[in-house]
């Protein structure tokens, strides 16, 4: 049987995945994407990784800037999610008029967040059309109060009391 990308989006359809908007800034141009493709590496050193679509303003910034934000969304972002993953074109200033605030490495983190992350690039991995980023996690930030955004089967779902 013959994998190809229709048959691939189908079964990770089945995966549920917390959402982030990873961010990066450089030369005064702030940006960020949605994203799902996100883990941790290791606890000592502390090192997260994404994966990053090579064509974007986001990973382009990255990899100049040498630094990222990782913006974990809480479950009333949803509208957040939407907005970073193409509901305003990559080229469009994304960060404008969104609640933000500059890290310790100039990383965009995001308001309202369940938790955030700052990182420094530790390496890359090419991975077909995206770059595996492997970031020494900061800092951090996190709002205990807050449940997760998750998206399930092409639909966001919530989880914990404060989803209602």
């Not at 479950?75 to 933000?100: I, N």
């Amino acid at each position: 049987m013959t994998v190809g990308p229709d048959e691939l989006r189908s079964v990770l359809r089945q995966w549920a995945s917390g959402i982030t908007v990873v961010t990066a800034g450089h030369g005064g141009v702030l940006h960020g994407m949605t994203v799902s493709s996100f883990f941790s590496v290791s606890l000592e050193p502390p090192l997260i990784s994404v994966s990053i679509e090579r064509r974007t303003r986001t990973h382009a910034l990255m990899t100049e800037a040498g630094t990222f934000g990782v913006n974990i969304l809480a479950s009333d972002q949803r509208d957040l999610a939407l907005h970073f993953g193409g509901g305003v074109p990559d080229l469009e200033e994304r960060l404008e008029g969104v609640a933000h605030s500059l890290g310790e490495l100039g990383s965009p983190l995001l308001e309202g967040c369940l938790a955030s992350l700052e990182c420094r690039i530790q390496g890359t991995l090419p991975g077909g059309t995206h770059t595996v980023v492997v970031g020494e996690v900061t800092a951090w930030d996190i709002d205990p109060g807050k449940s997760p955004l998750l998206y399930w089967r092409r639909e966001f779902r919530f989880f914990g009391d404060d989803s209602k």
